[in-house]
């Protein structure tokens, strides 16, 4: 086919960092700028479906669902389950529960070259936080930032935070506040009951710039090298698009794929997928982190009114410092919609900071889904904290007058059992592209996000973070995009809490 228009940076994934990436770098006229998109690519608002608009629904995740990849993942030994990764423009940030929470403090001063003082400024930048205004938030980027207030919060939510207090957990009024762990409000990125996706923030308000180019349903092949220099990408249908530069974003899962796919990562495990090897980089798939948890259902016997049908229904969290991780690794999430119509409530208990790393293993067929192996729980140090996220949410659960299943009162041998029959994952993985200085042979990017020993070629996504945050990356994920925009085109800023 016909070699397609040369592009000064060509973007291949339209997920949460993708977009962002796309909306500031394309702020620049003289930027040419094209954004490859495996799935939908929607060009008006309205074009979303009605599940992925609607933030009181999570069917849009459902990995059987016509908006998402089917992703198979071994959690641990002889327990395997499947989760939906965002396939359209927007990605997971169009499927997802649209919340809203910043990496910590030391999340984010253990990343390499990066900190919490250096990301501040585009967390701010993204965000229109309309709860709280001062030096740490936002009021003029293009993601609204809210709170379950008034009639959008449930009455379980205020029994979940009383229960809260009544066991001796502080509270954390500003969840994005860098304030001591506690129980608080989760800010969502909702307006007026629609999950404001990385897609409807970020692209379709500037379709209009001509330097801006769209593309949806392209499958990307490769990366196209030149020596030790990628000059543009070739699709599934054999077009070869050039660019100044390369940037993958297509997440956790299949940006490492890509890079594989192009001869990219560790050479014995691309040789065993009988895939070439053009540059060898070890750090491709290896070491990634992700959350592990499980659900705790409950009734409320109290009876309260149903959930407004605008409301999250992820309201509320409790993070805990239990006393060797003052961040606070251990998470309690609040659902307070019934997953099912008639069905209980939920609390999910996840542990933040977990210590077990997972393996990918990169799919030889082209668009194919590698191998997930989380590898959860190996850590005795993982289960001990597992076992104690679970009982201390029994405790607020007992202390809140909320009815609990069997699972309170055993034994730590047969709680590990209940947790390894229940375990799941919160899918949020990251790490399996991770940043490292220069040189570092487990890290696969610097600091500013380029492919070691390539030039012309960026990772910017999830893959690139070196462990998961104990928050939720969905932030984060916007943040990278704010971050890498600034570092392709060469402005970063001092840290000063606000950038223009």
């Known amino acids: 086919m016909s070699t397609g228009p ?68 071994d959690l641990a030994p002889g327990r395997r389950t499947r989760v939906g990764r965002g396939r359209l423009l927007g990605g997971s940030s169009a499927v997802n529960g649209a919340n809203h929470v910043r990496a910590t403090r030391a999340d984010l001063d253990a990343w390499p070259g990066w900190s919490y003082d250096a990301t501040l400024p585009y967390y701010i930048r993204g965000e229109d936080d309309l709860d709280v205004r001062g030096p740490l938030h936002g009021d003029a980027g293009p993601v609204p930032v809210v709170r379950p207030a008034g009639e959008l919060r449930a009455t379980v939510t205020e029994r979940f935070l009383d229960a809260a207090a009544r066991v001796g957990v502080p509270a954390e009024p500003d969840k994005n506040g860098d304030a001591p762990p506690g129980a608080g409000l989760v800010p969502a990125n909702v307006r007026r009951g629609v999950r404001v996706n990385a897609a409807l923030a970020y692209v379709l308000p500037h ?107 992820a309201q509320a969290a409790v993070h805990l410092d239990a006393g060797d991780d003052p961040a606070g690794d251990l998470e309690i999430l609040l659902f307070a919609r019934p997953f099912a119509s008639g069905g209980p409530c939920h609390l999910m208990c996840a542990l933040q900071a977990p210590e077990s790393r997972g393996m990918l293993t990169p799919s030889p067929e082209l668009g194919g889904t590698p191998r997930l192996e989380h590898r959860y729980l190996e850590s005795g140090r993982d289960r001990a904290r597992m076992r104690e996220v679970v009982r201390r949410a029994g405790e607020m659960l007992a202390a809140g007058g909320l009815a609990l299943g069997t699972e309170r009162g055993l034994g730590d041998r047969e709680l590990d059992a209940w947790i390894s029959a229940h375990l799941g994952t919160s899918a949020h993985l990251c790490g399996t592209a991770r940043l490292g200085v220069a040189g570092d042979p487990d890290a696969a990017v610097d600091p500013e996000l380029r492919v070691q020993g390539l030039a012309g070629l960026r990772v910017v996504d999830t893959s690139v973070l070196p462990t998961v945050p104990r928050r939720g990356p969905a932030a984060t994920a916007l943040m990278l995009g704010e971050r890498g925009a600034d570092l392709i085109a060469g402005v970063v800023p001092e840290a000063s809490g606000r950038i223009s």
Do not use: K, M
Not at 285 to 299: A, E, I, K, S
């Open 6 to 73: 040369s592009w000064d940076v060509v973007i291949v994934g339209g997920g949460s960092a993708g977009c962002a990436l796309a909306g500031r770098l394309s702020e620049d006229p003289r930027r040419r700028v094209l954004l490859l998109e495996a799935g939908a690519a929607v060009a008006d608002p309205a074009g979303f479906p009605a599940e992925v608009r609607d933030v009181a629904s999570l069917a849009a995740c459902d990995p059987d669902g016509p908006h998402t990849w089917d992703v198979g993942v």
């Open 207 to 313: 379709l209009a710039r001509p330097n801006l180019t769209v593309r949806g349903d392209v499958t990307v092949a490769r990366v196209l090298l030149d020596g030790d220099r990628a000059v543009g990408v070739v699709t599934a249908d054999g077009e070869r698009v050039d660019a100044g530069e390369v940037v993958l974003a297509a997440g956790a899962v299949f940006s490492p794929q890509l890079l594989a796919q192009s001869g990219i990562g560790p050479p014995d495990v691309l040789r065993a997928a009988g895939l070439p090897v053009h540059h060898e980089l070890p750090a491709v798939g290896r070491g990634y982190t992700d959350h592990p948890n499980v659900y705790l259902p409950f009734t409320d016997t109290t009876g309260g009114e149903p959930l407004h049908p605008e409301a999250p229904g």
